[in-house]
C-alpha cells in the first residue's frame, strides 16, 4: 500500500501521487523504504527515477513519521545503472546543459540515515546510489560494479572516488578500468557492505536494521551520521573538533537528560526528538 508520511513540508516539487518508476511504503515503525520499480530494465536509472528519487528522500528526511530510510530494489537487480538507451544520443553539450546527475548531491544531504539492501546487480549508477547510502545490507547474490568502461565512458556520480575511499586503490582501480563485478563476499572483505545474508532475508534484514536505528535518539542519530561522513571530507584535527562540537551540542537535547537518567534509573528512555 503506498505511504505517504503526514508531515510534507519541503515537499513542493513533485505530486508525490505521479510516482511512477519508485514505491514508498512503510517498512515498520520509523521506516521509510523505497523501492526502485522498473523491473523491466532492471531498475536502470532514467532522469524520471532520479527525480522521484530526490523527492523521496526530501520527502523522507523532512517527515516526523520517518527515522530511518530503507532503498532497495528486487532479488535480480538493484539497479543495473544510468539508463543507458536515454544517454546514447546525448553529447557533452546536452549532458552538462542538464547536469542530472547533479540531482544525486540532493540525496547526500539526506540527514536521516540510509540503508541500501542490495540483491543481483548493482552497476554503474546504481552502485554508486548505494555509496551515497550510509550502509548496505547485501544479499549472498548481490553483484557490484561500475561497468561504464564497457561502454565506452567512466563512472560519473561517485565510483572513482566513493569506490577508491570504500575498498581502497588497488580494488577500485580493477573495478573500474576491468569494469568486473564483485561479489556481495568480495565487497564485504572489502568493506563495501556492512552485512551479507541469504538472499530470502536481505530485505527483512535491512528494514530490522532501520528499525533498531530509528528507535534511538533522533537529534544524536543526525549528527553522528553528520559527523562520521565528515571524516571523508575534512583532515583529523578537523574533523575530530567537529565531532567534539556536535557531543557538546547533544547536552542542549532532552534526550541527553532522559537517555541518562532512564540509565540510572534502570528504565528503557523515552525519546522526544528535541
Ligand atoms: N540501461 C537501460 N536498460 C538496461 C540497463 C541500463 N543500464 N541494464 C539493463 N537494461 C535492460 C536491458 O536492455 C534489457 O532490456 P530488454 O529486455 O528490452 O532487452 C533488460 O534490462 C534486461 O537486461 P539483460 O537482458 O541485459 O539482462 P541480463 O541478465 O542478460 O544482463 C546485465 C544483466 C549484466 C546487468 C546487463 O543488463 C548489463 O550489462 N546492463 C548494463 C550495465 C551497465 O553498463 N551499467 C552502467 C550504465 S552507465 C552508468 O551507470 C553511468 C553512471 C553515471 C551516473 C549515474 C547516476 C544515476
Not at 37 to 65: G, K, W
Not at 149 to 162: D, K, L, S
Not at 219 to 246: D, I, M, P, Q
Amino acid at each position: 500500500m503506498p505511504y505517504f508520511p503526514r508531515n510534507r513540508k519541503n515537499i513542493k516539487e513533485v505530486d508525490l501521487e505521479q510516482f511512477s518508476c519508485i514505491e514508498l511504503y512503510a517498512a515498520a515503525a520509523g521506516v521509510g523504504a523505497i523501492r526502485l520499480n522498473r523491473p523491466a530494465v532492471l531498475n536502470a536509472l532514467n532522469l524520471q527515477t532520479m527525480i522521484e528519487l530526490v523527492a523521496a528522500f526530501e520527502l523522507y528526511d523532512a517527515s516526523d513519521d520517518v527515522r530511518c530510510i530503507v532503498i532497495h530494489g528486487n532479488k535480480k537487480a538493484f539497479a543495473a545503472g544510468a539508463d543507458i538507451t536515454e544517454m546514447q544520443g546525448a553529447t557533452a553539450v546536452t549532458m552538462l546543459e542538464r547536469d542530472q546527475f547533479a540531482r544525486w548531491e540532493r540525496i547526500k544531504q539526506t540527514k536521516k540515515p540510509i540503508i541500501a539492501a542490495v540483491s543481483g546487480f548493482a552497476l554503474g549508477g546504481g552502485c554508486e546510489l548505494t555509496m551515497l547510502c550510509d550502509m548496505i545490507v547485501a544479499s549472498d547474490t548481490a553483484q557490484f560494479g561500475q561497468p561504464e568502461i564497457n561502454i565506452g565512458v567512466m563512472p560519473g556520480a561517485g565510483g572513482t572516488q566513493r569506490l577508491t575511499r570504500a575498498v581502497g586503490k588497488a580494488l577500485a582501480m580493477e573495478m573500474v578500468l576491468t569494469g568486473r563485478m564483485i561479489s556481495a563476499k568480495q565487497a564485504l572483505a572489502a568493506g563495501l557492505v556492512n552485512r551479507v545474508v541469504p538472499v530470502e532475508f536481505y530485505l527483512e534484514e535491512a528494514i530490522a536494521l532501520a528499525e533498531e536505528i530509528a528507535q534511538k535518539a533522533p537529534v544524536a542519530v543526525k549528527l553522528a551520521k553528520e559527523s562520521v561522513l565528515k571524516s571523508f571530507s575534512t583532515s583529523l584535527e578537523s574533523g575530530l573538533e567537529f565531532e567534539r562540537k556536535n557531543f557538546y551540542m547533544l547536552f542542549a537535547t532532552e534526550d541527553q537528560k532522559e537517555g541518562m537518567t532512564a540509565f540510572v534509573e534502570k528504565r528503557k528512555a523515552d525519546w522526544k526528538g528535541r
